[in-house]
C-alpha cells in the first residue's frame, strides 16, 4: 500500500510540476519535463523551443527556476537541464498553448483551429487531430473535431506515433478546452529510404525566414496573428461561393 500512495503521490507532483512550468516558462515554449531521481539528486530534463530564455542571462534565469523547483516541490538537489526542441510545430503542448493564446487574443476557434492544423502538417507530420469543447458560440456547450492526415487511433503503433496534450482557455462565453493530437511520422522506422531532392534557397525566402524569427513566444504569436487573418474560413469560402 505504501508504494502505491508513492506512485500517486509522485503523479500527482508530476501534474502540479507540469502546470507550473507551462506557466512559469511559457515564453520559452515549454514542450515537456522528464525527472529521473538519481543517488546524487534529482536530475530535470526541460524540453523547450527557445533554451536562451529558461538559460537567462549567466544563467541567472535557471537559477531562480532550480530554487523554486526546489522549495515548491521538495525535490533533493534537483540538477535543471534544458534541451532544445527542433520543430515546434510537432509539439502538442506547444501547439496548444499557441492556439490558446490566439484565442485569447480574439481569434475566431475555426480561424485558429484551420491556421494551427496548417502549421502542424507543413512541418512534416503524418496527421493531426484537433478537438476543441466548451461554449463555443453560445450558451450551450459544443464540441467540434478537425482532422488532417493520418492518425492511428488504437494498438502499440499509435502509442509510440502519437503524442498529445490537452490545454484550457478562459474567454468571455467560458471555459474552452483544447486537445491537440499529432502523429510524428520521424517516429516510424522505414522499411526504405526516398531520395528527396532539396531545393535551393534563394535569397527571398531567406529574407522571409529572418523577418519571421521571434525570441519569445508572445512575438511568435503576434506574427502569427498578422498571417493568420489573410486565412480563409470554410464558412466564409461558402459564403464567396454563393
Not at 524540453?47 to 527556476?65: A, D, E, F, H, N
Not at 488532417?148 to 502499440?156: D, K, T, Y
Request: proline fraction near 3%; glycine fraction near 8%; hydrophobic fraction near 35%.
Amino acid at each position: 500500500m505504501t508504494q502505491l500512495k508513492n506512485v500517486i503521490k509522485d503523479n500527482y507532483n508530476m501534474m502540479l510540476l507540469n502546470d507550473f512550468l507551462r506557466e512559469e516558462i511559457k515564453e520559452a515554449g515549454f514542450h515537456k519535463v522528464e525527472v529521473s531521481k538519481t543517488p546524487s539528486g534529482t536530475r530535470i530534463t526541460l524540453y523547450v523551443t527557445r533554451p536562451g530564455i529558461v538559460i537567462g542571462r549567466k544563467g541567472s534565469g535557471i537559477k531562480q527556476l532550480t530554487e523554486k523547483v526546489e522549495s515548491d516541490f521538495g525535490f533533493k538537489d534537483p540538477q535543471i537541464s534544458v534541451e532544445e526542441v527542433q520543430k515546434a510545430e510537432l509539439s502538442p503542448s506547444v501547439m496548444c498553448n499557441r492556439m490558446a493564446a490566439h484565442i485569447e487574443r480574439g481569434t475566431a476557434f475555426r480561424r485558429a483551429t484551420m491556421w494551427t492544423m496548417n502549421q502542424v502538417m507543413e512541418a512534416g507530420a503524418m496527421g493531426v487531430q484537433i478537438t476543441i469543447s466548451g461554449k463555443l458560440r453560445g450558451d450551450r456547450s459544443a464540441f467540434e473535431k478537425h482532422v488532417q492526415g493520418v492518425l492511428p487511433r488504437a494498438g502499440e503503433y499509435a502509442k509510440n506515433v502519437v503524442s498529445e496534450d490537452i490545454v484550457h482557455v478562459k474567454t468571455k462565453m467560458g471555459l474552452i478546452g483544447i486537445r491537440i493530437r499529432i502523429a510524428n511520422k520521424e517516429k516510424i522506422v522505414p522499411e526504405f529510404k526516398l531520395e528527396e531532392t532539396l531545393k535551393p534557397e534563394t535569397e527571398e525566402t531567406k529574407e522571409m525566414e529572418q523577418k519571421d524569427v521571434a525570441k519569445t513566444e508572445s512575438e511568435q504569436i503576434k506574427i502569427e496573428g498578422e498571417k493568420m487573418k489573410s486565412l480563409e474560413t470554410l464558412e466564409e469560402e461558402e459564403q464567396r461561393l454563393k
